[in-house]
């Protein structure tokens, strides 16, 4: 898992560049944190969705991609259940389902009293191809 960890520690840097810290890696799971800045704020002074949508959907890439092999989002859904406005917010990916082409998780947007902000659902199409060497 270290290797994973690593690869989208030094290879995701739109994650870098919005503050993203991966956590932990498992087979089919990922956590991931974000500390919300000023930047991360919309008109209406909560954290925008599309901040929130980023954090989960690094979460579900991690998770997705720990088995080593290159997978490919190909839907995703969120519901956006409770607004944030500050602090840190965690997200935690999780495998549903997997095959040899597809795979299924769910991701769990919190923040750091453990309120549910957003619930993230995504499918992989997954590739023959090596993420790994």
């Known amino acids: 898992m270290e290797q994973i960890k690593k690869f989208f520690s030094e290879h995701d840097h739109f994650a870098q560049h919005t503050g993203i810290e991966l956590l932990r890696v498992e087979a089919g799971k990922a956590w991931a944190k974000m500390e919300i800045q000023a930047y991360h704020m919309n008109g209406a002074k909560t954290v925008h969705g ?20 290159l997978a490919m989002g190909i839907n995703t859904s969120t519901s956006f ?22 795979g299924c998780y ?7 009293e453990g309120r549910l902000i957003a619930q ?13 060497g």
């Open 106 to 112: 769910q991701v769990r947007v919190t923040d750091q």
């Open 81 to 102: 259940i409770n607004p944030a406005t500050g602090g840190t917010l965690f997200a935690a990916a999780e495998e549903i389902s997997i095959n040899n082409k597809l």
């Open 120 to 132: 993230f659902q995504g499918t992989v199409y997954r590739k023959q191809d090596s993420i790994i």
């Open 50 to 69: 599309g901040a929130i949508f980023t954090l989960a959907d690094f979460a579900f890439a991690v998770a997705s991609n720990s088995h080593g092999n």
